[in-house]
């Protein structure tokens, strides 16, 4: 079970973890070649090519493991594919939550065939990347 405080989410029943921290961020920035709302955008609406989607889900899975690489990625994909699209937007939400301070985490309940289609409230902006940069 991942930790919805420390922006985790589990996928494959605990198989492999997710975390959207500022690492995967980085390497998710530079994969959309340094546009990184450009690239929350299409992660939120679910316009990713193949090697979009896997090169996310490398960057989210490395938290836990470092040596992953982006065919590991595309393994994990294969594998849980009817889980891992929800799973990923719900960590990076998790790691840009509202500004509301009196809001906890919640655990994602089911990601069970959500797929990559944008959700009725998009996703919230880097807010903590916002307040620590300035941007």
Not at 97 to 110: I, M, N, W, Y
Request: glycine share 12%; proline share 5%; charged share 25%.
């Amino acid at each position: 079970m991942g930790n919805p405080f420390r922006g985790e989410v589990s996928v494959g029943g605990g198989a492999h973890r997710l975390v959207c921290d500022f690492n995967a961020l980085c390497e998710i920035e530079a994969h959309f070649g340094g546009e990184i709302d450009d690239g929350l955008d299409r992660i939120d609406s679910g316009d990713l090519g193949l090697q979009d989607q896997r090169a996310v889900v490398a960057a989210l899975l490395r938290h836990h493991a470092p040596a992953v690489t982006l065919r590991d990625a595309g393994v994990v994909i294969a594998d849980y594919y009817t889980e891992i699209h929800a799973a990923v937007r719900h960590s990076i939400s998790l790691a840009m939550p509202e500004t509301d301070p009196g809001k906890k985490p919640q655990a994602l309940e089911s990601a069970e065939g959500s797929g990559w289609q944008s959700s009725s409230r998009p996703m919230s902006r880097p807010g903590w990347i916002r307040r620590i940069f300035g941007l």
